[in-house]
């Protein structure tokens, strides 16, 4: 979609928009599809899809904008096909005045249209004609006007500045999902495709892009000072993917191993910051032809920075679209999370070219597909052309975790959701269809094993090219390839919202080893409901000691329990399931079998993602309260010798986790004391500086390590962190782009009004969009209230671009309880203006779950509750609910265990000072 969504610890984006992204062989099992239904949500508008008498062949169609006035106008002239004989013909139509319409039969005389009947709730229009057409091939011209809206949807105005310092506005477009329909009328579904045939009449000194290839450009009759660019004909294509550019662009070229013109389109002056992006392309487009054995079916690809963007990217055929910090990069101003980040939407984007352009989903049900495929496989591609990111086990963090906290509410929902009225598409665009997704496939890469999985890709990809499939298409390709019971085993992951706890009791036996295993649905509440409707087909793997990285035993539990008996494994021996956390499902070890693998995460006998999982099931059992959060904090301390930034990232998210719900308690100093305790002694051996031979892990963690230190109150961080930002602030020692977030956040927040006007000072200073986004996200750490409202107002300012305003605005949320509070009010006190800016698009969602998470009340989440009632998100309806079941078990969380964990930490206390 909007490509990728974005993480915790990476730089900003989901749709994506940003912040901080087991195999086995038999099986019999019920038919899942039949049992378990798409799940509808409620209170849903009625919907039809558009009328099947007319189809359309090819768009012939021809834009004219005007940059000064904000309008355009077009010209289309459609080839169709009648199907059945018809005196209307029903198409999509948003925010756009027709002019003129007729119909011409083949070699018949023209019919004019004599009524347009708009119908605005649907986004359609109906074209009625005096008389009947009849079926076979005609032409049906359209003459119409529109509006370059500044909505970040449909044809709109991008606003960036000259060198010069001139304010301009460049014409771009974002079709996904649902709005082709405002550049042109259209049968707006993906199942509708058609060839294109777009020419463009545009200043004669600004750059025109398109889907294809130019073939042509000339003077324009009546203008001498436009062109009219003419671009060769697309393949039968969705409109979703149709896109077109027009403004001032530089580039950067070559052409990839199998002679495709490969270009990245920078801001004027900025070539050098392509370059990063087109090497990862060059070399990305020969991996998927290689994978898929199927070439790129296009003659040439372009990748272009948008200032004005709401997703991180979009993967137009042949013309992908990306926010300026998902695709550019300065060798000596961008950290190496950024560098990251743009490698992982690249590999994302240029997936879909193949997933999802050349086979399309056949409705917006399907889109998890599309999006869940691409947010694995850009892994894949990451980790082919950079081994040294060790993106795998980034992936446990930013993906699979992150979608087995949002999947134990009781408001998720299963990754496949019946949609109808486009206002309900956006709304899928989250970690459920993305990072959820994007796990089950790893899992199901992991059961059927690389080669019958490419086998069955390539399959699915020949068979379905230039059309369109649907879930089950996918998963018959994958059966025949591997001889494995793919539909049945995966409907269960798909069709059903939630997945497994598996519970694991053991028992020696001389020399084997017992499992006695039983799966119930994992919720965030704890509730043992006894609610067996839920049941997984889970590929499940166990290692041993002897072999912690490889599986002793793989097995599909098809039932609520099973017994498994492991040969040849002595009592001093540890038996872990789930080695390298491949499998969707949570473990719950009886209290022997996990006192024995704790001594694991001490020696780092147990490889980096297993340490990181069994952290990670821990805080999420104790947050379902399910075991008390003292034994987590307990393991936590045991990490002391910890190497890998991976594991340190997973764990400092949930200590802010924590740290957050303590902000609610009159003991919040005393986590901090714990943070501090626990980070210091790595920020010992890690130090401030770059050590020879260290690479791309050691730069983030250190990041992560500093930041985190700083804003726990670390004396001899914040007061190094202080005396590199003043020497870099008076330009006497720049900090490295990897230091400057941790630097910022720990000035800010323990700095005054200096600090901040200094901060928005370099914020105004910045040329990349990068280094004011870093800057947008830490402003709100700032502790003071009157400064806090200061960073609120300068969120909705002219400085801040309107995608933007949401991480500042979330950052403040984090930043503090105090933040939190002045945050909700801001967003209420200004909601007319932020619904209006960001209605019917993720980014509303994005902000309302970035306001809201940090409460811990009952209170508070009926206020919320109350506020939504009254000012309905259709699109955002389901994120609402989600924050304030949230609240709801934070509330749960802090009146259960938050004397304990005050108790725990006093002990611990004491304790360290009498030693």
Not at 273 to 295: C, H, I, W
Not at 566 to 586: A, S
Request: aromatic share 10%; glycine share 6%.
């Amino acid at each position: 979609a909007a490509g990728r969504l974005g993480l915790c610890s990476l730089p900003v984006l989901l749709t994506r928009p940003v912040f901080s992204s087991p195999a086995l062989a038999f099986l019999c099992g019920r038919n899942f599809r039949a049992a378990l239904p798409p799940v509808t949500m409620p209170d849903r508008r009625p919907f039809e899809r558009l009328p099947t008498d007319v189809r359309p062949v090819n768009y012939g169609l021809c834009l004219k904008p005007d940059l000064i006035d904000f309008t355009f106008e077009g010209k289309l002239e459609a080839t169709v096909q009648v199907k059945n004989a018809t005196n209307q013909i029903v198409m999509n139509c948003a925010d756009i005045d027709i002019i003129t319409a007729s119909y011409a039969p083949e070699g018949d005389e023209e019919i004019h249209a004599t009524g347009f009947n708009y119908q605005n709730e649907d986004e359609k229009v109906t074209l009625s004609f005096p008389s009947t057409l009849q079926k076979g091939a005609g032409m049906l011209k359209i003459d119409f006007v529109g509006e370059l809206n500044d909505k970040m949807k449909g044809f709109y105005r991008s606003k960036y500045t000259t060198a010069a310092g001139e304010m301009r506005y460049a014409a771009v477009t974002q079709f996904e999902a649902t709005d082709a329909r405002r550049a042109f009328p259209c049968w707006d579904e993906p199942a509708i495709k058609a060839t294109f045939d777009v020419i463009l009449i545009v200043p004669k000194d600004r750059v025109a892009l398109s889907n294809m290839n130019l073939i042509d450009r000339k003077p324009y009759p009546e203008d001498e000072n436009l062109v009219e660019v003419k671009f060769a004909r697309t393949p039968i294509m969705s409109t979703y993917l149709v896109a077109f550019v027009v403004g001032e662009y530089d580039f950067v070229e070559t052409r990839s191993a199998d002679g495709v013109l490969v270009r990245v389109y920078t801001p004027v002056g900025r070539a050098e910051q392509g370059k990063f992006a087109l090497e990862v392309a060059a070399k990305t487009l020969p991996f998927y032809k290689d994978y898929f054995n199927v070439p790129y079916p296009l003659p040439k690809i372009d990748l272009i920075a948008i200032a004005d963007f709401a997703a991180g990217a979009m993967e137009n055929w042949g013309l992908v679209t990306y926010r300026e910090t998902a695709l550019l990069i300065d060798p000596k101003n961008s950290c190496s999370s950024s560098r990251q980040w743009v490698a992982l939407v690249v590999g994302h984007e240029l997936a879909h070219q193949w997933f999802g352009n050349l086979v399309t989903m056949e409705w917006w049900t399907h889109l998890w597909l599309n999006e869940g495929f691409a947010s694995w496989i850009e892994y894949l591609c990451v980790d082919h052309c950079f081994p040294e990111y060790d993106i795998w086990t980034q992936f446990v963090s930013a993906d699979y975790t992150r979608a087995q906290e949002l999947d134990a509410l009781e408001n998720s929902h299963p990754i496949e959701v019946s949609v109808g009225h486009p206002s309900e598409v956006d709304e899928i665009f989250d970690a459920i269809s993305y990072s959820k997704g994007a796990s089950v496939i790893r899992m199901l890469h992991d059961y059927i094993g690389d080669e019958d999985f490419r086998k069955g890709m390539n399959q699915y990809l020949t068979k379905f090219q230039e059309k369109n499939a649907a879930t089950e298409d996918l998963w018959e390709s994958l059966e025949q390839a591997s001889g494995k019971p793919i539909a049945a085993v995966m409907n269960s992951w798909t069709k059903q919202m939630g997945f497994p706890l598996i519970c694991v009791e053991s028992e020696q036996s001389e020399d084997s080893v017992v499992l006695k295993l039983s799966q119930k649905k994992f919720c965030a509440s704890g509730a043992d409901n006894s609610d067996d409707s839920y049941q997984w087909m889970v590929p499940i793997s166990i290692c041993t000691s002897e072999s912690p990285a490889s599986a002793t035993v793989k097995i599909l539990m098809d039932k609520p329990e099973m017994t498994v008996v492991l040969e040849g494994v002595k009592p001093h021996q540890w038996v872990k399931l789930n080695p390298g956390t491949v499998g969707f499902y949570r473990t719950q070890y009886s209290s022997e079998m996990l006192e024995s693998l704790l001594p694991g995460i001490r020696d780092l006998s147990l490889q980096p993602v297993d340490r990181l999982g069994l952290q990670n099931d821990l805080f999420s059992l104790a947050r379902a309260g399910m075991i008390n959060t003292v034994e987590v904090l307990k393991v936590m301390e045991a990490f002391v010798n910890e190497p890998n930034y991976t594991v340190w990232s997973d764990l400092s998210c949930n200590l802010g986790i924590l740290s957050t719900l303590l902000s609610h308690t009159d003991f919040h100093e005393e986590i901090q004391c714990f943070v501090r305790d626990v980070f210091a002694p790595i920020g010992q051996r890690l130090g401030w500086d770059p050590k020879p031979g260290e690479g791309h892990l050691d730069a983030l963690l250190r990041g992560l390590v500093l930041g985190k230190l700083g804003k726990a109150g670390h004396q001899p961080t914040l007061e190094e962190a202080r005396r590199r930002f003043k020497e870099h602030v008076e330009g006497r020692n720049a900090l490295s782009a990897d230091l400057r977030s941790p630097v910022y956040v720990t000035v800010l927040k323990h700095g005054d009004s200096s600090t901040l006007e200094t901060m928005m000072k370099l914020h105004k200073q910045a040329d990349m969009q990068e280094e004011k986004n870093r800057i947008e996200r830490v402003m709100g750490a700032i502790a003071d209230q009157e400064l806090i409202k200061k960073v609120l107002s300068f969120s909705l300012s002219e400085d801040v671009r309107p995608q933007d305003t949401v991480s500042v605005i979330g950052g403040v949320a984090g930043g503090s309880k105090l933040g939190r509070k002045c945050a909700w009010s801001f967003v209420k006190d200004n909601w007319e203006e932020l619904y209006n800016r960001y209605q019917g698009g993720f980014l509303i969602s994005r902000l309302i779950k970035l306001s809201l998470d940090g409460f811990a009340s009952d209170k508070m989440a009926t206020e919320i509750k109350a506020f939504f009632d009254a000012h309905p998100v259709p699109s955002a309806e389901r994120t609402v609910q989600q924050c304030c079941e949230n609240i709801l078990l934070n509330a749960d969380w802090l009146k259960r265990d938050a004397e304990a964990i005050h108790h725990y930490l006093l002990q611990r206390k004491a304790s360290s000072s009498t030693v």
